[in-house]
């Protein structure tokens, strides 16, 4: 991602670290809301006392 960054750095006005860093022009309409989080979560099998844990391995942060 650092490279990515780096490369377009002239382009790129704001980063956002998590799940949604890859939308580059837009939203994700169904994660504007709780309900919608709760139904990405619930689709994925991740438990709320999970979910912090669970954003940490995607990132791929320790």
Request: net charge positive.
């Amino acid at each position: 991602m650092k490279n990515f960054i780096d490369r377009l750095s002239g382009l790129v006005k704001d980063v956002m670290t998590g799940f949604d860093r890859i939308v580059f022009k837009g939203f994700i309409l169904p994660l504007m809301s709780a309900s919608g989080v709760m139904h990405f979560c619930r689709n994925r099998d991740i438990l709320n006392k999970n979910y912090k844990d669970w954003s940490r391995i995607d990132q791929g942060s320790p």
